[in-house]
């Protein structure tokens, strides 16, 4: 299975914008890149998803490397309220399942 | 707002009680899982549901008992429980199962299990 690997922490400054890099040299052709945060006692939501094009959504914007070996979350002004655990995550058919790993610590300062 | 709502938030049982987790989605999903997050450990997918049946169960030990009577409500039954099984227990819904990718999946806030 294709793994993701992401910084342990973070930290940034309010209002200005985050990127949060992840890794997964070993990405398959049909591997789907998923990412998800998890505030303090919540349970994940979901943030933005891709496969090759980079995407954005009202949360968020997703860059895709060329070589889809890395990735980017931007966040694009960050506020206290995106302190969170973030997870990349890869999923194809065959294996569709939401592995988690550890997430990147994302703190931000005031 | 997530639109899952978990119950209880808190749960502290003994190791031979009998108790059951619940959940219930209003996004009209037809698919429900059930995740554990321990302490300083990923989230672990434990039993995935597709419109009422268990179509994954990843090797989860027999004292933890899901139930899924229809499409908006699932349970976490829970008996004979031991103190590595305190976590905190996630459900989730997606629009269909995990076998049509891109669905994004909504979490509740989870139970807060304990187990004395």
């Known amino acids: 299975d294709a793994k993701t690997t992401q910084p342990n922490s973070m930290e940034s400054n309010e209002e200005e914008p985050v990127h949060l890099p992840c890794n997964h040299s070993?990405?398959?052709?049909?591997?789907?890149i998923h990412w998800y945060r998890q505030l303090p006692s919540q349970g994940p939501e979901y943030v933005i998803h891709?496969?090759?094009s980079n995407v954005n959504n009202r949360m968020a914007s997703l860059a895709i490397a060329e070589d889809r070996k890395s990735s980017t979350l931007i966040l694009h002004r960050a506020t206290l309220r995106d302190a969170a655990v973030y997870y990349c995550?890869?999923?194809?058919?065959?294996?569709?399942?939401?592995?988690f790993g550890t997430g990147t610590r994302l703190t931000i300062i005031p | 707002e997530t639109g899952v709502t978990q119950t209880p938030r808190h749960l502290v049982m003994g190791m031979t009680n009998k108790k059951s987790l619940k959940c219930e989605q209003h996004?009209?999903?037809?698919?429900m899982y059930w995740y554990k997050q321990s302490a300083k450990k990923p989230l672990e997918l434990m039993f995935v549901?597709?419109?009422?049946?268990?179509?994954e169960n990843n090797s989860v030990p027999s004292r933890f008992s899901p139930e899924c009577p229809n499409s908006s409500h699932l349970f976490l039954h829970l008996h004979t429980l031991q103190p590595e099984d305190s976590a905190l227990y996630l459900c989730?819904?997606?629009?269909?199962?995990?076998?049509?990718?891109?669905?994004?999946?909504?979490f509740g806030d989870g139970t807060r299990l304990s187990i004395l």
């Open positions: 891709g496969l090759t």
């Open positions: 995550i890869l999923s194809n058919f065959g294996n569709e399942k939401l592995t």
């Open positions: 996004l009209g999903h037809n698919a």
């Open positions: 989730a819904s997606s629009q269909d199962d995990i076998r049509v990718l891109n669905q994004p999946q909504h």
């Open positions: 070993t990405i398959s052709g049909t591997d789907y």
């Open positions: 549901y597709s419109l009422e049946e268990r179509v």
